[in-house]
T-cell receptor, first 115, second 109 residues
Framework: IAGITQAPTSQILAAGRRMTLRCTQD?????MYWYRQDLGLGLRLIHY???????GKGEVPDGYSVSRANTDDFPLTLASAVPSQTSVYFC??????????????FGNGTRLTVT | GQNIDQPTEMTATEGAIVQINCTYQ??????LFWYQQHAGEAPTFLSY??LDGLEEKGRFSSFLSRSKGYSYLLLKELQMKDSASYLC??????????WGAGTKLIIKP
């Protein structure tokens, strides 16, 4: 079934540890995104990639890094986790970053708790 | 700054009609999306409006007025499974999505 796969589903992480959240899509979408979702707030964009080999910073990029070595994979890394990074993380993709109607498709999310 | 406003929570009765409003102030406009998100799940696409007017899709309809910076999602013949959060998002001039905090819809029997 075509879609976006995120791993792990959930994780408890000690503060100061490094963590990579994985995201893989098989829809050959050009644009990919990482969001965090916190209670009472809208989805906030962390980083994005309009096409393989390029990345950009979103609204809340500090403490996070991404890479886009190929079309399918878009991992998100927390170099040194802090409790304020406790959140639900969603990876998403769109067929095109601009122009025509192109809805976001979301992965099932990673629930991260930093203690 | 950019801003999307939606009511935090609404309650409606099974079988009834509910309208969820969304107002926006963004840098440019390239369309407005509505997403449904059940608790603990990922958002799923419901509708897209880029021109003024009403778009109908089964029990769900979405309306847009660009001059007023306003949209609404209309849900008819409410079912218990419609209990979810409804997210409004605007595609700005840089083709980035700006998200509202979502409206939690509670359906009562």
């Amino acid at each position: 079934i075509a879609g976006i796969t995120q791993a792990p589903t959930s994780q408890i992480l000690a503060a100061g540890r490094r963590m990579t959240l994985r995201c893989t899509q098989d829809m050959r979408h050009n644009a990919m995104y990482w969001y965090r979702q916190d209670l009472g707030l809208g989805l906030r964009l962390i980083h994005y990639s309009n096409t393989a080999g390029t990345t950009g910073k979103g609204e809340v990029p500090d403490g996070y890094s991404v890479s886009r070595a190929n079309t399918d994979d878009f991992p998100l890394t927390l170099a040194s986790a802090v409790p304020s990074q406790t959140s639900v993380y969603f990876c998403a993709s769109r067929a095109s970053e601009t122009g025509d109607f192109s809805p976001l498709h979301f992965g099932n999310g990673t629930r991260l708790t930093v203690t | 700054g950019q801003n999307i406003d939606q009511p935090t929570e609404m309650t409606a009765t099974e079988g009834a009609i509910v309208q969820i409003n969304c107002t926006y102030q963004t840098s440019g406009f390239n369309g407005l999306f509505w997403y449904q998100q059940h608790a603990g799940e990922a958002p799923t696409f419901l509708s897209y409006n880029v021109l003024d007017g009403l778009e109908e899709k089964g029990r769900f309809s979405s309306f847009l007025s660009r001059s007023k910076g306003y949209s609404y999602l209309l849900l008819k013949e409410l079912q218990m499974k419609d209990s979810a959060s409804y997210l409004c998002a605007v595609l700005d001039s840089n083709y980035q999505l700006i998200w509202g905090a979502g409206t939690k819809l509670i359906i009562k029997p």
